[in-house]
């Protein structure tokens, strides 16, 4: 039997992955679309990869909404969540309903921290799987994909409870679940895919936080500029890694754990950046660009809020958060007196 795969959210990371893992053997990949249906139910998707060279890649199944993707009747392996984190505009885990059977496995390849909680509450027996990936891709015209650097994607069990050294019995289930999702990217041809256990897992959110942290809202406050040109400033070079050390200096006191010495320096991201000439945009820049809700929570908000709750403050990300939300909110307000 093929492993059936819904990808929901098929925007640029979703489609490129999406596109790869449709190359893994016997496996049938579909999509649930938002903007972009009628370019991909009429002609699939164009991938152009440096990588992997230019190829086509049509789903199994296009579908409109959540409702065909039911009707539909496929019993699915996996269902991949990739859509924006906006939890203080709406509660994406309600888009799954009637889709995750007893052998489904969720995999959220999100961005933030606490992505996975409202899946784990409203899907309690399923196994959820967290995912983070620095892809850079992009989707310049509808079913146009353009995938410019990197393919690194880390995915570990969500196992909350072994936080306090508690145990279930269905924890060796999602265990191999996220590590067959895992084999499937290898088998796609995405080498840099790695499974790893919760607690570190954990710790690549927080890592990529103090990525995301900085050069998001930065960009935007900056007048959204590319992180290449935010990198090569000397100013906004010092900030950039003031607000990453901030950040990996505090997720060790709330994980309790030390970040592995593999882990990137903020100087090495920072040097990483400078050579990425591609002139790409955080993701929180092309939203305010296009007039869209940030993921405002889930990468400044719920940071500051586990901090605190622990008695730490990161003044750098909290002038941030507090400077944008305002923005934000600001903007929305007198979009809705007009």
Excluded at 55 to 66: G, H, L, M, Q, R
Excluded at 168 to 175: A, L, N, P, V
Excluded at 215 to 221: D, K
Aim: with cysteine; net charge neutral; charged share 20%.
């Amino acid at each position: 039997m093929p492993t059936e795969i819904l990808i929901v959210g098929a925007g640029a990371i979703g489609a490129f992955y999406a596109s790869r893992l449709a190359q893994a053997p016997q496996t049938h990949v579909s999509v649930i679309c938002r903007s972009n249906y009628s370019a991909v139910k009429a002609g699939g998707f164009r991938v152009v990869s440096s990588q992997y060279g230019d190829y086509a890649f049509v789903p199994s199944n296009t579908f409109a909404n959540p409702d065909e993707a039911r009707q539909s009747g496929i019993v699915w392996d996996y269902i991949v969540v990739s859509t924006k984190a906006l939890p203080d505009v709406s509660d994406d885990s309600a888009i799954l309903e009637g889709l995750v059977g007893e052998q489904t496995a969720i995999v959220l390849i999100q961005n933030g921290l606490g992505v996975e909680a409202p899946y784990a509450k409203r899907f309690a027996h399923a196994a959820i799987c967290s995912a983070v990936t620095i892809a850079s891709c992009a989707q310049p015209q509808h079913g146009h994909i353009v995938h410019n650097r990197w393919t690194r994607i880390n995915s570990g069990p969500y196992l909350p409870h072994f936080d306090t050294g508690g145990t279930k019995s269905s924890d060796t289930r999602t265990i191999e679940r996220n590590e067959a999702f895992i084999g499937l990217l290898k088998g796609s041809g995405i080498k840099d895919a790695d499974a790893y256990d919760h607690a570190k897992l954990q710790l690549v959110r927080w890592h990529k936080i103090a990525i995301n942290a900085s050069m998001n809202p930065s960009s935007v406050l900056a007048g959204c500029v590319s992180n290449y040109e935010m990198s090569k400033d000397s100013e906004m070079y010092l900030h950039l890694k003031g607000v990453m050390d901030e950040v990996l200096a505090t997720a060790p006191k709330i994980l309790g754990k030390p970040f592995p010495k593999e882990f990137a320096t903020p100087e090495a991201i920072l040097r990483s950046t400078e050579r990425n000439t591609s002139g790409s945009k955080p993701s929180m820049a092309l939203d305010w660009e296009q007039g869209k809700i940030m993921e405002l929570e889930v990468i400044l908000g719920n940071p500051i809020r586990m901090a605190r709750e622990r008695g730490f403050e990161m003044p750098r990300l909290q002038t941030l958060y507090a400077v944008l939300r305002m923005a934000q909110e600001s903007r929305e307000k007198k979009r809705s007196k007009i």
